[in-house]
């Protein structure tokens, strides 16, 4: 589904990826983990095609398709989907009406029907109760004056209703407390299917622990440099990153 | 050098544009049909000999540095006689839904029979300024050009000398009124295609304890080429009385509009302006709302839309003339194409009006390159226990922010729209008005979709 071959790019002149390697087949769940400035949100961002960063060498293709010459909407109407770390805020703007306009910018390049507001109020119902989740959030403003939680839950929730083929987590985990880390790793497990690939980046292993990857690679230095499954999630969060780091440094 | 000279002759210039005014002027106050009682033609008569002392205003002047009048001073607007109705849909300039009463006026003239006026509550007076002169002159006179609206601007003082007709609106001591009034202006051509002028002067007065809401609404049918509208609405609002009015500019595009709107409230009153530009080539307006009374709250919020060459300018002062009131101003403004904006935001705190809060935000948006827009707010602080606070932002759409709509799968355009619309629907929010609320979101939404080509 997602072919990632050497892999170059940055921001503002400064290369971070130094040659990514990764494959990620339909159904699958990667996790990607890394300390600090390692490269894994550059990564998403890329991924995502977030016109700020550059890409100087490699490939990437998403279902055969070259993924790097498209634009960041059409990626996301390909099927990919990025949860942000930091999700910005759309004042004026409900989350109900931006997810239609998402969800009818979708159909619309599928030939089909736009859903109106009265249907597009059955589906997000729909997703919602898949979630097991409130309605509160819908009739907001996007993102604005919500907590750090109920931003990543709005992230889960355009999720769940786009329903992606490839969704990449941006340290969604992160600044949450546990029982929000449950609560996204709960929603994760229930939208994961045989044809639904999920691509986690995250500094820590806590939500590993309720959404078990397929893989886990650690980034350091802009390259994978540890593939492994979630035993070596675990030895990460026994011995910490510089084991690797170092590894890095000396080789 | 040439540059010393030219000010001059620009400002001699537009001191002789006041001419044909003051002609016109005799001939209109010797019309029997413009007779009115002895204290408005005396108004009248003081307000047009300011107005020949001053002349139209020069960038110059403090006060119109940002706006040139020379366009307006340059051509030669007659006044326009009654018109008989236009062959248009009165609904299709219709802000709001159709439960309300309408009081359609036709080039500055009271047209009764496009106007729904039925079932009004006793005491309650909804028409046309007019028409109420005859018969309800005791409740206008206190009232009607009393306050030093003309003193200021010289458009207001050409308004008051030339004032015959507008809407009216009396709501008597604790009465609500359970729908809104809706006072449309619409602007047709002349028989002989001469530019015109109208000068709409409202007069809208709440007693204690009243309660009302009410539409302004400036339009033109589609044949109307170049005019000018030039308006005065005085609002007065009683002790605890609750005012909402919504001002809808949707002037033709060779419009000019230039306006004032002067409130005064009593204790413990609320009072609303809300105002919407979205049409005409040259537009000011200027918007004086007086807190007088203790514990008055005034809410003035705007929005502007603009493309093509579009000019707009609003300068507001709210003046806080007794302790305890609460002022909150929050001004939008989208400037497309070679559009232009200015917003002057002034705060008047008189001595003792110890405990006003007031807050002022102006946000500006540019959509192009070659769009600008200027923000000055002026605080005047004369006592210490206050909170006033001001802020304004000017920038472009926020590349992040179209990424982050771009990455759920709107295109680029969409993505502008939808953040455009956001940024606009900040002001829709603050309308009360359900059924007016889903009308200036379509107005919006018109606009955002009726995208003319850059450069326009």
Known sequence: ?251 | MSGATAPQTVAAELKAAAEPYVEDFRTFSGNGAAAVPGWLRERRSAAMTRFADTGFPTSRQEEWRFTDVKPIARQTFHRAAAASAPDVAVRDYVVGGTDQWLAVFVNGHFVPTLSDLGGLPAGVKVGSLRHALDADGSIIEPHLARRAVAAHNPFAALNTAFILDGGFLYVPRGTALPRTVHYLFLAAPSGDGAPLVTHPRNLFVLEHGAQASVIESYAAVPSAAEYWTNAVTEVVVGENATLDTYRVQREGAEAYHTATTHAVQGRSSNCSLITFSFGGALSRHDIHAVLDGEGADATLDGLSMLRGKQHVDYHTTLEHAQPNCTSWEYFNGVFDERSRGIFNGRIIVRPGAQKTDAKQTNNNLLLSEHARADSQPQLEIYADDVKCTHGATLGPIDDEHLFYLQSRGLSTDEARALLTYGFGSEILHAVKAVDVRRSLDRIVHDWLTRRTPAGA
């Open chain 1, 1 to 251: 589904m997602l072919e990632v071959k050497q892999l170059r790019g940055g921001i503002e002149g400064k290369e971070i990826l130094k040659g990514i390697d990764l494959s990620v087949k339909p159904g699958e769940v990667h996790a990607i983990m890394g300390p600090n400035g390692s490269g894994k949100s550059t990564l998403a961002q890329i991924l995502a095609g977030h016109p700020g960063y550059e890409v100087t060498g490699g490939s990437a293709t998403f279902d055969g398709q070259d993924l790097l010459g498209m634009e960041a909407d059409e990626r996301a109407r390909a099927g990919l989907f990025l949860a942000f770390q930091y999700p910005v805020a759309i004042r004026g703007v409900t989350n109900a009406y931006f997810l239609q306009s998402a969800v009818n910018a979708k159909r619309k390049e599928r030939g089909l029907e736009e859903l109106d507001t009265l249907e597009f109020a059955d589906l997000i119902e729909a997703r919602l109760a898949m979630l097991g989740w409130d309605d509160t959030l819908i009739h907001r403003a996007v993102n604005d004056g919500l907590s750090g939680g109920e931003k990543k839950r709005n992230e889960i929730i355009q999720l769940a209703t786009l329903e992606p083929r490839l969704a990449i987590l941006d340290e969604t985990d992160s600044g949450l407390d546990i029982d929000a880390v449950q609560a996204v790793a709960e929603a994760v497990n229930k939208l994961r299917s045989a044809e639904r690939s999920f691509v986690i980046v995250t500094h820590y292993e806590r939500i590993l622990k309720y959404v078990t990857p397929d893989h886990v690679h650690v980034l350091a230095g802009g390259k994978v440099v540890m593939s492994g499954d979630m035993q070596l999630a675990l030895d990460l969060e026994a011995r910490g990153y510089d084991w690797i780091t170092n590894g890095v440094a000396v080789g």
